[in-house]
Each structure stands twice: as structure tokens, then as C-alpha cells.
């Protein structure tokens, strides 16, 4: 009988994409072009809209109208009717009962670390710890994005170190150094953005760290040699980008500083590629795509020393102290005013791409999944997890 294998595909919800969303479909189309012998048994509620199609995938719609109730009762009881060799869920939550070996994501441990929703969120997140070791514990293999991340799950969940999976994420097969000066020029024209411009792409919240670095653009701008640069937000403008809009406004950087709104996924390339520098200032990041991205099309990158970001930039990327705008700007600066370190950091950042995208995520994910399924098969199938 061919292997059956189940994913959780709720978070390809209509209307929105996601991180966890793109980590999915990248997963999907692989499966779809390279597994043909494998039965995927995608599990969808009524939100779900997913685009793909293929032969071997046997979509499952569930209704869910309490979370915990889809995920503990109506799940496990599909799969059981399924008879599912292996489960891949793409976050932390699975049943806590399966009938066979469930492979859990958990992309890092953001939500535990720093708090912006005030004591009611963090007391929430304090009392699913419980819930995520007992998950953590019963799981085949927890999958994780980085070293970091793994040593952040074993320290607060107590998980099992030997089914800790590190699987680092590749970047897009469509993104790679932008030759065509008429497609960067169309991208410029669109966005708005100058010749010159530094470039952040990522989201507003509180960790990403945005304000610092809007505060090393305004030390730079005092310099006259860097006046001609504008400071490029990439992302989805929401109610958190105002306090960094009033701080763009008070450091009189209106004009050189702006917000791109929402990127369409075939500019990324030609917004990266033309950008002199791309920042990323975070202080917490389970990966940090962006700068894996960003170094795939030949931009150089300077990033925070925080977290996973100096283990996945390996030595490619300029580290800063994110929560010091004067090392930022210092960072900054020998970049957009030395081509001989600018084209150093250019061909490492290729070179860090290339080792990293050297395996398929995708096929990594599959080998994990392969695994746990012989395992179960050896016994631990029908079992809790």
C-alpha cells in the first residue's frame, strides 16, 4: 500500500499568507512534483483555500468551531479513518492522542520570550507551557529552524534532544541577483524608492526592532555623504508602524524615510537586488528569512548579533548590537562607502545561500516523516504519540 501521509494545512487560510503559510506550500509542491507515489491527506477547515492540485493529495475539510476540539478529537479521528502512516503538523499544536508518529513544527519560541500584549497575553502564554511540553513530549520529532531554536525548546519545553530536528529553511528558487535594469527600475517606479536606499523587509512588531534603526538612518544623515540615501520599510503598513511613523516625523527623516505597503512576491527580487544594503534589526528570530534572502540576490547585509541571526548569516553579514542605534550606524557605514568590503559580504552572502539551500527543506521534512513512519510501523503506530 502506498505511504499516507497527513499535513495540517489550515494556516493556508483565504486572504492571507503567512511564513508558516509559504513553508507549507513550499513543502506541497514538492510533494506534488517529487513524492507521486505518496498519498498526502491534507487537513483544511472552512477558512482553508489552497490553490495546488495534484493526484496524490486527498483534501479533508473539517469544520472547526473550537480549536482545541478540532485538534484533539476531529483530527485524530480522521486520521485513524485514514490510516496515516506519519502526520506533519507546521506549528506546535497536534493531538495529544494520534494513531500514528505526528512530526510538530515549532519555528521558535517568540511568544515565550517577549511579551507585547500586556499581562493577559502573558499570563496565556505562561499557562500554555504545560500544554506544549506535554505535546513537545509525546511527539515523534519536533522540527526546528536552527541551533538556537533547538537549544531554546530543549531549555523551556524539556524536550527529548534526540528527536530535535534542525532543518534550515531554504530561500525561493526565484530569488537570485536581478540583472535586468529594467525590471529594477519597474520595481523602483512602483514602490517609489530612489536609486540609493537601505532596505528593511519584515513585519512592525515591538521585536523586529524597527525604531533603532530608523534612529542609526538619523545618525547617518548628519553625515553629508550620506544624504542621497533614502531608508526603505518593506511590509504591510499596520496600526504598529505609527509609533514608528511619529519617530520618522520627530527625526525631520520625512521624505527619506517611507513605507513600501504591502510587497507583491514577484518584486522581492528586484527590490533586494537594487537595494545598496539591506538591515535587519531584530532582537529575536527563530531564522530570519529575510537576510538568507537578501544575500540570494546579491544584496550585502548587516544584522543584529541577536539570537539564531549570527548562525544563519555564518560569518556572511556585518553584526551590530541591535539595541545601540550608534553601533548600528557604525555597522552600516563602511559598507555603503567601501566596494571592496561591499563585494566581500556580497560573495559570501552567495556562497552562505548555496551551503544552505544545498538539501531541500521539503525533502528534509519527507526523510524525518519517512523515519517516523518506519518507527511506528515497528510499533509505536495506533499508540499515543
Not at 472547526?64 to 502512516?85: G, Y
Not at 547585509?301 to 541591535?322: H, K, M, Q, W, Y
Amino acid at each position: 500500500m502506498p505511504m499516507r501521509i497527513g499535513v495540517d494545512i489550515r494556516e493556508l487560510a483565504d486572504g492571507k499568507m503567512t511564513g508558516i503559510g509559504r513553508y507549507l506550500l513550499h513543502f506541497l509542491k514538492w510533494a506534488a512534483r517529487e513524492r507521486t507515489e505518496v498519498n498526502f491527506f491534507l487537513y483544511a477547515n472552512q477558512f482553508t483555500r489552497l490553490s495546488l492540485e495534484a493526484q496524490n493529495f486527498r483534501v479533508r475539510v473539517m469544520p472547526e468551531k473550537i480549536t482545541f476540539l478540532w485538534d484533539q478529537v476531529l483530527l485524530p479521528v480522521q486520521l485513524k479513518k485514514d490510516r496515516i502512516n506519519a502526520f506533519l503538523s507546521p506549528y506546535y499544536k497536534a493531538p495529544i492522542f494520534s494513531p500514528c508518529p505526528a512530526c510538530i513544527t515549532i519555528h521558535d519560541l517568540l511568544f515565550l520570550e517577549m511579551y507585547h500584549g500586556g499581562v493577559r497575553e502573558k499570563m496565556k502564554n505562561l499557562l500554555f507551557i504545560p500544554l506544549a511540553m506535554l505535546i513537545s513530549r509525546r511527539a515523534a520529532r519536533i522540527i526546528t529552524d536552527s541551533h538556537f531554536s533547538k537549544a531554546d525548546i530543549l531549555r523551556r519545553l524539556k524536550a527529548d534532544s534526540g528527536k530535535v530536528e534542525v532543518v534550515y529553511i531554504n530561500t525561493s528558487e526565484g530569488l537570485f541577483p536581478e540583472k535586468d535594469l529594467a525590471e529594477s527600475e519597474r520595481v523602483r517606479r512602483k514602490y517609489g524608492v530612489g536609486y540609493k536606499y537601505i532596505l528593511y523587509i519584515g513585519n512592525f512588531k515591538a521585536h523586529k526592532n524597527v525604531g533603532a534603526l530608523v534612529d542609526a538612518f538619523r545618525l547617518l544623515q548628519e553625515e553629508e555623504v550620506f544624504k542621497d540615501y533614502s531608508l526603505v520599510l518593506g511590509g504591510n503598513k499596520d496600526a504598529r508602524a505609527t509609533a514608528i511613523e511619529k519617530k520618522i516625523r520627530d527625526s525631520g527623516l520625512e521624505g527619506r524615510a517611507l513605507f513600501t505597503g504591502h510587497l507583491e512576491e514577484s518584486d522581492l527580487r528586484g527590490l533586494y537586488s537594487a537595494a545598496s544594503l539591506f538591515v535587519f534589526p531584530s532582537l529575536y528570530e527563530g531564522y530570519g528569512l529575510p537576510v538568507m534572502e537578501a544575500m540570494a540576490c546579491g544584496t550585502p547585509v548587516a544584522c543584529s548579533n541577536r539570537t539564531s541571526l549570527p548562525e544563519i548569516a555564518g560569518g556572511a553579514a556585518v553584526l551590530f548590537d541591535p539595541e545601540n542605534p550608534g553601533d548600528m550606524a557604525e555597522a552600516i557605514r563602511p559598507i555603503l562607502l567601501d566596494e571592496a568590503k561591499r563585494g566581500e559580504l556580497i560573495r559570501k552572502g552567495l556562497e552562505r545561500v548555496r551551503k544552505l539551500n544545498e538539501k531541500p527543506c521539503p525533502e528534509r521534512l519527507f526523510e524525518i516523516l519517512l523515519s517516523s513512519a518506519r518507527q511506528g510501523q515497528g510499533g509505536a503506530a495506533g499508540n499515543p504519540i
